[in-house]
């Protein structure tokens, strides 16, 4: 991760297992950007994002502001009722929940990749037919 003033960017691409209890590392050099805390939640391609708790909640303040409309009612429920939050644990790992890792179709390899104010967890093979060339 790279420190752009305050704001940490999340860069790089890792490659990671489940463990038995369905709990994911965070790569190392992004830990310190979630010290307080990942908001978890379905992305809008076939894989997770997770977001620093300082900038889900950015997000899902802008959200609430918005006009009440169909688009904006629905983009709401879709961002807020799949999202998990967590601390990593010491080891920084976090737990992905069933309807998680159904959604991203997870099953044991994942990959996760920097994308600049959150990151990006797929499942390997996933990423490997829809991300690389």
């Known amino acids: 991760m790279a420190a752009h003033g305050e704001k940490m960017f999340f860069s790089g691409t890792f490659e990671h297992s489940l ?23 379905k992305g809008k ?33 879709k961002f807020f009722a799949s999202t998990v939050e967590a601390i990593p644990d010491k080891q920084g790992r976090v737990l992905l929940p069933p309807h998680l890792r159904e959604y991203a179709g997870i099953t044991s390899e994942v990959v996760i990749l920097g994308t600049g104010d959150c990151f990006e967890i797929w499942d390997k093979a996933a990423y490997e037919q829809e991300i690389l060339p």
């Not at 900038?55 to 688009?71: A, F, S």
């Open 19 to 41: 463990d038995s209890k369905n709990r994911v590392t965070i790569p190392a050099r992004f830990r310190q950007a979630l010290a307080n805390g990942v908001a978890i939640t």
């Open 45 to 77: 391609d076939k894989c997770l994002v997770g977001y620093p708790i300082e900038r889900w909640k950015e997000i899902g303040e802008e959200l609430v502001m918005r006009e009440d409309t169909e688009e904006n009612r629905r983009e709401k429920r």
